[in-house]
């Protein structure tokens, strides 16, 4: 298994997916702060796009891997195709695909073919071809079930381009919390293979366990389940370097529904502190916050 660590386009790693999904992507995605149950819906406010996960830079670790009945036959040819398309890799989008597309179709029973069809997942996303990107995704998963990057990436992009009123709704929510709860377990057991540093792998590995908590607060929020939601998104933002101002931003949303308006300033105002186009709407719903947590009664000491 080769995991990946991108978050941040400027630095780090487990950066990359275009928030396309979100905040002017479709209309659909979240668009609303509630849904049923008698609650206004609201308009999510507009967002230039920002980056999920991309591959900047990848350190290859060898995790869970399904087990070979046999040492396959080495084919040179094969093993210089699949080099040529490791190395270039982090290229554009187009040519990675074009070379993906390639390899898989010359060598479909390539040992290789699972690394491909997940480096294929990131480039369909950045590419905006989400439905070759799941394509590619179900194939990598079908290969290697704990493939983390597939299985966070996905569960992330579910939650963040969700109609409710799309047939089968409920069951991509389900699927999402299922990929993102299995790579949690998956990443709470690696262990650190040769190759790469202790500080590399714990950063990787932190990385992605923000961005999993990340997507299972999505899940939780897109069916109302703010407390549940709340805890995800603070696990998400207190451990990545780079935390995402939409999962504040949500936050802030349900602690206001929580009646935690103090929360919610904080929340709303940590999403202004970051450059990008909720940064205004943020600051805003930060002082109307403050204001009715300055209002509310003073809470009684024993």
Known sequence: MEMKINRNCNSTVFAGILL????????????QYGGGGGMKQQPMPQQQ????????????VQGSQPPAAETPKVDPEEETAYKAFYDAKAGPSDQVIKSGEAFVQKYPTSQHAEGVYSVLTQAYFNAQ???????????????NPDDVNVLV???????????????????????????ETHALAVLASLSKPAG???????????????????GLGLVYWRRQQYDNSVKELEQATQIGSHPDPVDYYVMGVEL???????DAADAFQKCGNI????????????????KSAAAQPATAKP
Not at 20 to 31: E, I, S
Not at 49 to 60: E, F, K, S
Not at 203 to 208: A, C, G, I, Y
């Open 256 to 262: 206001k529904q929580l009646n935690r308006p103090a």
């Open 275 to 290: 450059s990008g186009g909720l940064q205004g709407r943020c600051k805003q719903m930060a002082d109307e916050s403050k």
């Open 153 to 179: 990436m996905i569960g992330w992009f579910i939650p963040h381009n969700y109609n409710p009123d799309d047939l089968g709704a409920e069951q991509r929510l389900e699927k999402a919390e299922k990929y």
């Open 196 to 214: 790469i540093t202790d500080e590399q792998f714990q950063t990787t590995k932190t990385e992605l366990t923000s961005q999993a908590h990340s």
């Open 20 to 31: 396309t999904a979100l905040l002017g992507f479709a209309p659909p995605v979240f668009a």
């Open 49 to 60: 796009q920002q980056p999920y996960p991309q591959q900047q830079q990848q350190q290859p």
């Open 129 to 143: 071809n989400y439905d070759r990107m799941q394509a590619a995704a179900d194939k990598a998963l079908n290969l």
